[in-house]
């Protein structure tokens, strides 16, 4: 028998340390060759790590939201025979021999000791339906309330939530009115992985950058009517929502407005003005906030855009998002569609210099000039967008110009289709 230790691997891309998110082997495990072991996250991606070996789990390299090191210790195992030559990230730490046939003792060696009795961690609680998505805490609830989830229908998604429960009370307790506000017990949650990055990376942002907000009101009315035009002819092509088309306005107009499409590096003291535009777009997934970059953005068409868009959303979401899928953005676009609000102040994807973000689109009577010059009411479509700008780069009247030079290919849509 041998004991090694698998260092953290290099994953590249100058990646120096890594954060553990997740656990899959705990002290006392068997684990097979290629097994998974752990999750960590990088600066890039969630990278899932596996097992070279054979052997059992002796010790591992700290809990949940501890950071390590490339090249430390990752988790110790003791395998059968000598630790493989081949075996990258691994390294012999001790072995078999009896003490008289060592050469040289280890220095202060503790005394091999009887493993202590390990808490035994709680039976699991019986579940009203194994079958049922519900988080911990619905389902502990529900126990306490006497509540089979399997007779609770959700209101969405196939998840049970608390409101769910909420109204399967209502309607179950003799007609009675349904408690101001449910009841939940406190809970504790520690910040790791993608929530811990994003609430280190806004931090800095806010810390770092002067942050200016500048709103404008655009009357999107033809560009919808043009939308649905194009979506009703689009054959086989994704569907288009609004997102393209503002993409496409922002690549037309970008190339006048250089300072916009930069990046800060605020210790060098340099501001790199980039040609292409590697648009990043921001996209709400299970784990918390990311953006996935559309690389090339103002060399790609509208359905280009829409395929690439529904795409990287895709992968974001379930997690397959590839490391440069996720890097190397030179603006960003934040958009809450429906949810949008009225007007935003986002804050900027450090360590670049500015972010769009488009609100939802509301209808409201307007005074129009008719083709006889006369004024009249008219329905339209109305959608504000706000530019977030670090003003160590971007002076105001410059955030201002882009957004009113956007607001004009915006009301003006066919210029967007134009050379």
């Given amino acids: 028998m041998a004991k090694f230790t698998f260092n953290m691997p290099d994953v590249g891309e100058g990646v120096a340390e890594a954060e553990i998110v997740e656990w899959h082997v705990k002290v006392g495990d068997s684990v097979s060759e290629d097994q998974h072991l752990v999750d960590v996250m990088t600066d890039k991606a969630t990278i899932d790590i596996e097992s070279p070996v054979d052997g059992i789990v002796t010790e591992v390299a700290g809990e949940v939201g501890d950071v390590i090191a490339v090249g430390s210790m990752l988790i110790v195992v003791e395998v059968e025979g000598e630790v493989p030559d081949e075996v990258e990230g691994a390294k012999e730490v001790?072995?078999?021999?009896?003490?008289?046939?060592?050469?040289?003792p280890e220095p202060a060696p503790e005394p091999e000791?009887?493993?202590?009795?390990?808490?035994?961690?709680?039976?699991?609680?019986?579940?009203?339906?194994a079958k049922v998505l519900a988080t911990p805490a619905v389902r502990k609830r529900a126990r306490d309330l006497g509540i089979d989830l399997s007779e609770v229908k959700p209101a969405e998604d196939g998840r049970i939530r608390h409101g769910d429960l909420d109204q399967f009370l209502a309607y179950n307790t003799g007609g009675g009115f349904a408690p101001a506000g449910a009841t939940r017990e406190d809970e504790a949650i520690k910040v790791i992985g993608l929530r811990k990055r994003i609430a280190q990376n806004m931090s800095a942002a806010k810390r770092n950058i002067p942050h200016f907000t500048y709103v404008e009101e655009c009357d999107v009315t033809e560009l919808e009517r043009m939308r649905a035009q194009l979506n009703s002819a689009r054959g086989s092509k994704p569907k288009l929502t609004m997102l393209p088309l503002l993409i496409t306005a922002i690549c037309k107009k970008l190339p006048e407005y250089p300072m916009i499409n930069a990046r800060y590096d605020d210790e060098a003291g340099?501001?790199?003005?980039?040609?292409?535009?590697?648009?990043?777009?921001?996209?709400?997934?299970?784990?918390?906030?990311?953006?996935?970059?559309?690389?090339?953005?103002?060399?790609?068409?509208?359905?280009?855009?829409?395929?690439?868009?529904?795409?990287?959303?895709?992968?974001?979401?379930?997690?397959?998002?590839?490391?440069?899928?996720?890097?190397?953005?030179?603006?960003?676009?934040?958009?809450?569609?429906?949810?949008?609000?009225?007007?935003?102040?986002?804050?900027?994807?450090?360590?670049?210099?500015?972010?769009?973000?488009?609100?939802?689109?509301?209808?409201?009577?307007?005074?129009?000039?008719?083709?006889?010059?006369?004024?009249?009411?008219?329905?339209?479509?109305?959608?504000?967008?706000?530019?977030?700008?670090?003003?160590?780069?971007?002076?105001?009247?410059?955030?201002?110009?882009?957004?009113?030079?956007?607001?004009?290919?915006?009301?003006?849509?066919?210029?967007l289709v134009s050379e």
Wanted: proline share 9%; with cysteine.
């Fill in 113 to 129: 000791p009887t493993p202590e009795p390990t808490p035994a961690p709680a039976p699991a609680p019986v579940e009203t339906s």
């Fill in 94 to 104: 001790a072995g078999d021999a009896e003490p008289e046939q060592a050469t040289q």
């Fill in 270 to 415: 340099v501001v790199t003005r980039h040609g292409s535009v590697h648009l990043g777009m921001a996209t709400q997934t299970d784990n918390g906030l990311m953006v996935p970059v559309i690389k090339d953005a103002q060399a790609k068409n509208l359905w280009q855009l829409a395929n690439e868009i529904g795409r990287l959303a895709n992968s974001a979401r379930d997690g397959s998002a590839k490391s440069d899928e996720l890097s190397g953005s030179t603006l960003t676009v934040t958009s809450l569609g429906p949810l949008g609000g009225v007007a935003t102040t986002p804050v900027i994807n450090r360590p670049e210099v500015a972010i769009i973000g488009p609100n939802r689109i509301v209808e409201r009577p307007m005074f129009v000039t008719g083709p006889d010059g006369q004024e009249r009411i008219e329905k339209r479509k109305l959608m504000n967008i706000s530019i977030s700008c670090d003003h160590r780069v971007v002076d105001g009247y410059d955030a201002a110009s882009f957004i009113q030079e956007l607001k004009k290919l915006i009301e003006t849509p066919v210029l």
